[in-house]
């Protein structure tokens, strides 16, 4: 009898989902031939909460995805009504499907997928690690942000190397390719003694087999960063430049406001007040030969003096 009346209610409770209305109730004829009202969703709730004594407990609390893949976590114990929260949408997608949790690897990376008991107030993590599928293209899906930290970035100008305090990257992805995008590039230099405060400039970047190419407009250049991986937090990666090998980690941040960089290349500092000794390569009239007026900064991966 029980069991029926159980069946009955939750039958109720999904038809008036179903319908959309608003109050989750059923009426029941007492033995006296008088009707009462009663709320469908407590009687559901209870039941469940009588099942599995306030307690949610998944099968597991550490998941490996492919990007592309898409595996089931079951909910053992739980009140049936469920959320999910994943840390990093870019890395992993989650939903609640009955007695599931079902995730989808989106991006190379590691993040984190809480799951929540709506009606217990308690809440369960899962580890979530995210590899390559090894088409070698998807390793972007979660480049796009702001990042900063030291890229071990210096500039060899007038016989010295200036070495960066520290570098912010923006990635922007192309809204109809994965792989690819824009975005801003600053090395600082304050109280280093350079001739400028920083070195910004405009980028355009590309993932292609695991490797991120970043093309530096203003200059002309390029960099290839491989070996990286992303988390919610962090950018990992691996610089090879002129022998050096040079390892990163940078941290999340929100985005600056690139409108208010004045300067963006070496090129513009001169003549700026900030950097009166280099001048740009300029062009004789009439002649299609570069003449070089002065010395131009090269950019460089490497760690300084320690």
């Known amino acids: 009898m029980k069991k029926t009346f159980m069946l009955l209610a939750i039958l109720s409770l999904c038809q008036t989902l179903a319908f959309g209305q608003k109050k989750y109730e059923m009426v029941i004829e007492k033995k006296d031939g008088s009707e009462i009202a ?42 049936g009504w469920y959320n999910t929260e994943t840390s990093n949408p870019n890395i992993v997608t989650a939903a609640s499907n009955g007695s599931e949790i079902s995730l989808t690897g989106k991006g190379v990376g590691t993040a984190v997928v809480t799951v929540s008991d709506a009606q217990y107030q308690v809440t369960k993590k899962i580890s979530v690690n995210v590899t390559s599928n090894g088409s070698g ?9 702001t990042w900063s930290g030291n890229m071990y970035v210096s500039s060899y100008y007038g016989g010295r190397d200036y070495y960066a305090t520290h570098t912010e990257i923006t990635f922007l992805q192309d809204p109809l390719h994965f792989t690819k995008g824009s975005g801003y590039w600053v090395d600082y230099y304050d109280g280093t003694g350079a001739p400028w405060e920083y070195v910004a400039d405009h980028i355009d970047w590309r993932v292609d087999n695991g490797r991120l190419t970043v093309y530096f407009r203003e200059e002309g250049t390029s960099v290839v960063i491989s070996d990286f991986r992303l988390s919610n937090s962090y950018f990992i990666g691996c610089i090879y430049d002129a022998g050096n090998t040079v390892n990163f980690s940078l941290t999340s941040i929100p985005s600056p406001d690139w409108s208010s960089y004045s300067y963006w290349g070496y090129d513009s500092w001169y003549g700026s007040g ?33």
């Open 274 to 306: 900030y950097n009166p000794y280099y001048s740009p390569a300029t062009r004789a009239a009439g002649d299609s030969t570069t003449i070089v007026t002065n010395e131009k900064p090269i950019r460089r991966f490497g760690k300084g003096p320690q």
């Open 137 to 145: 293209d998807e390793t972007s899906g979660s480049l796009e942000g």
């Open 38 to 79: 009663v709320n469908v969703e407590d009687i559901v709730r209870t039941y469940f909460r009588e099942r599995s004594n306030g307690t949610l407990t998944l099968s597991t609390y550490s998941v490996d995805l492919k990007v592309g893949e898409t595996k089931m976590v079951e909910i053992l114990s739980g009140s």
